[in-house]
């Protein structure tokens, strides 16, 4: 992956059946259940970040369904960042929204500086696709950036569950174990729940809102 994102060619391989994508397909349920998790913890979700939006599915139906005061987002795609706008994305005027056609390096090393910070940040699929040297450059400034981080990336496991059951073949993914991505994560993130992330520069357990401390990990 290159700094301008993929471009028309990856998005016809690997999208041409977008309906069973996850986060696309069944994007109601990704929604329905983040809200819920943070509803049944009291937790007020008033801005959020997409960390490589895509196809737009899951940032906008967010969007809907929270409301924030404030959103940003990031895709680093020309050829797909330019089929959505800010406007597409949000559905009503009160959330004040951008977009940048950037890639999520960029983006951290333009950012980690600042002192903004999202309620929760969103990140699917995009960190198969960076070197360990990139994620480790990255993941810092997500933690400062963003309180919780909706996280999903395929392991290796998964890379080849896709192949024999659904008969996709990622040739731009790269293959590392859970036990790879969990020491990439750990010193900057608590999984509190299912592919639901606590930033450890914003909480550790005695102020955590995520309670049930057995499931802290």
């Known amino acids: 992956m290159t ?18 994508m996850d986060g696309i397909g069944n994007v109601k349920e990704h929604v ?10 009291q937790i007020d979700i008033s ?14 139906a967010l969007l809907k369904k929270f409301i924030p005061y404030k ?19 949000s559905p009503v005027p009160s959330t ?46 997500l933690a400062q950036r963003v309180k919780y981080l909706y996280l999903t990336v395929p392991t290796d496991v998964e890379l080849d569950r896709q192949i024999a059951e659904l008969e996709f073949h990622d ?12 020491k990439l994560l750990s010193p900057h993130f608590t999984i509190v729940s299912n592919k639901i992330l606590e930033s450890k520069v914003h909480f550790d357990q005695k102020d955590t809102f995520f309670c049930d401390l057995l499931y802290r990990f």
């Open 3 to 20: 700094k301008k994102g993929f471009d028309q060619k990856y998005w016809d391989a690997n999208y041409s059946k977008m309906d069973e």
């Open 47 to 60: 801005s959020i970040a997409d960390f490589g939006f895509g196809t737009g599915h899951l940032f906008k």
């Open 171 to 182: 040739t731009y993914a790269k293959r590392r174990t859970q036990k790879k991505y969990l």
């Open 96 to 141: 004040k929204i951008k977009i940048e056609n950037i890639d999520l390096l960029t983006w951290a090393r333009k950012k980690k500086h600042f002192h903004k910070r999202f309620d929760l940040g969103v990140c699917t699929s995009v960190l198969q696709y960076l070197s360990v040297k990139e994620i480790n450059e990255v993941l810092p400034v």
């Open 71 to 89: 959103a940003y987002g990031i895709e680093p795609s020309n050829y797909m960042f330019k089929k959505t706008s800010a406007k597409k994305l």
């Open 32 to 41: 329905d259940y983040i809200h819920s998790v943070f509803a049944l913890e």
